[in-house]
Structures are given as structure tokens and as C-alpha cells.
């Protein structure tokens, strides 16, 4: 199993631009998450899908989109880049689990610079 | 108050010792937890999950204290391969909620 993939690894972005990264995992996991981590500090939840088709913000949505199409899949979008996103995004995924959940597991993160 | 806090570190400890540090959070309903490390610019591998009092992995115990509301990592006889900053995470009301901590940032010298 591949786990969960994320591309690009590295992007430099123009202020203004647009990209999109991409997520996928193969372990039929209903949760996805996306993530930003500036450096020296903890992670932040951009967006988090339930299952196919349902989407939800997190604490720090503005800028971005997301989509859920399919269960593997799970992009984020940001329309007009500005140096505040630079940072390093991880998507990460996982099951329900029982009662007491399951943990995530996270693909190996893009390297995102706007300037 | 933060949800889940973490003293920061740096922790600077020699090979060999045992270092112990913790992370308390706020929501009594939180009913697993876990310990993730992260390598400088790496992204975050689940290190142990904690579901009941605590968990043990050779070196590595975690204990959790619902009373005071904290969970510990202990790690025994560090190795120089343990430097890394340790994630403490606390699950929310529903499965998918995760509530981070910021991390602590444990060096280990030789």
C-alpha cells in the first residue's frame, strides 16, 4: 500500500496564482484532512471531509478550497496565492475506528513558497 | 487556556538518560490520545496511541491521568535517534475531531 500521496513535493508560487494540491490514499479511509505547519509551530486544520462529498472547514479556511469527489481523493485548492500561505501543507487520513478512533496517517507534506 | 498544551523545549538531555515531559488537556470527554514525532521538516509518524490508563513500546510509556487531566510520554535510555519533537493529541467529541498541541522539542546529546 502506497499510504497517502501528496504532490507536488516543492512549488513556488506567484502572488496571485493558482495551484492546486493533490491528495490521494489507498487504505479506503472515510477521513481526510488537510493541514498547514509554519515553521516552529503545531499544525493547523485548513479542511476535513467525513466521507465522499462532504466537506468541512477547520480553523483556518480562508484561501483555500476543497472538493471530495471520491473516496481516494481529496485536493485543496488555493485560488490567489499570497505569501501568508507559505508554509508546509500535509494531508493526512483515517478510519473511524471504533468507539475510541483510529490515528491519522499523514502523506509526506508540499512545500509551498508564495512570493 | 489552550485545548491541548505541550511545553515547548527545548529539552536537552545526554544519550542514556530517561526524559519524561507531558500535555494536559481541557476536554474531560476526550477519550484516546496519541504521541506523534516529527523530524525537522518530516511529516508526523504516529509515535503511540493511548486509549485506557496508558500503553508501553520498549522504551517508550505513555500514561494517561484522566483525573488531573494529562497524558505523559516517558522515554528510557534515549538514543541520539530520539531527537525529534514529540505531538501530543487529544481526540475531540466526534472521531474526527483531533486536537493538536504544538509539540515539545526534545534534543538528545551524546
Known amino acids: 500500500n502506497a499510504g497517502v500521496t501528496q504532490t507536488p513535493k516543492f512549488r513556488i508560487l506567484k502572488i496571485g496564482q493558482s495551484m492546486t494540491l493533490q491528495c490521494t490514499q489507498d487504505m479506503n479511509h472515510n477521513y481526510m484532512y488537510w493541514y498547514r505547519q509554519d515553521p516552529g509551530m503545531g499544525l493547523k486544520l485548513i479542511y476535513y471531509s467525513v466521507g465522499a462529498g462532504i466537506t468541512d472547514k477547520g480553523e483556518v479556511p ?22 501568508s500561505q507559505t508554509s508546509v501543507y500535509f494531508c493526512a487520513s483515517s478510519s473511524p475506528g471504533d468507539r475510541e478512533g483510529s490515528p491519522l496517517h499523514f502523506g509526506n507534506g508540499t512545500r509551498l513558497t508564495v512570493t | 487556556r489552550k485545548e491541548v498544551e505541550q511545553d515547548p523545549g527545548p529539552f536537552n538531555v545526554p544519550e542514556g538518560a530517561t526524559v519524561a515531559f507531558n500535555c494536559t488537556y481541557s476536554n474531560s470527554a476526550s477519550q484516546s490520545f496519541f504521541w506523534y514525532r516529527q523530524d525537522c521538516r518530516k511529516e508526523p509518524k504516529l509515535l503511540m496511541s493511548v486509549y485506557s490508563s496508558g500503553n508501553e513500546d ?33 481526540r475531540g467529541d466526534s472521531n474526527y475531531q483531533l486536537i493538536w498541541g504544538a509539540g515539545t522539542k526534545l534534543i538528545i546529546k551524546p
Open chain 2, 58 to 90: 520498549g522504551r517508550f510509556t505513555a500514561q494517561l491521568n484522566r483525573a488531573s487531566q494529562y497524558i505523559s510520554l516517558l522515554i528510557r535510555d534515549s538514543k541520539l535517534s530520539d531527537s525529534a519533537t514529540y505531538l501530543c493529541v487529544a
Open chain 1, 62 to 83: 480562508n484561501g483555500y478550497n476543497v472538493s471530495r469527489s471520491t473516496t481516494e481523493d481529496f485536493p485543496l485548492r488555493l485560488e490567489l496565492a499570497a505569501p
